[in-house]
């Protein structure tokens, strides 16, 4: 096993909240973007951080697993591993939840396109910090 890039882990995650933040604020209004004042909703981006932050220690911990040599030989791992994370265990649990609270088809699709985006996101910063 190698080394885990923490500076990648770190920005990695940064960026999946960045990601957040425009996604629920600006691009979709979803009701979860940061107000002033708001000291709930304020708390719950330092819960979000620390699911991010963890969320992106495991990919580091798995990159570092994976090798050096097989990700610069086959660097399309970076985006299929985040990726597929976020296919196979991540959306189908937002999506589950989303069922159980009988939320709208669309706030289930927004929700779950960003949990891709997010994780592809991380993606690309180990990629690009490789």
Known sequence: MGPVNWLAVFLAAALAIAVGIVWHGPMFRTGRQLFPGNAQRTANYGVVGLVMLVSSIMLGHNFARIGEATLAAKPWLYFMQTGGVAIAFVIPAVWLTH????????????????????????????????
Not at 104 to 129: Q, S, T
Request: aromatic share 16%.
């Open 99 to 130: 069922l159980r609270l009988s939320t709208e088809p669309l706030k289930r699709v927004v929700d779950c396109a960003f949990w891709l985006v997010a994780y592809l996101a991380m993606g690309l910063v180990f990629w690009a910090l490789a």
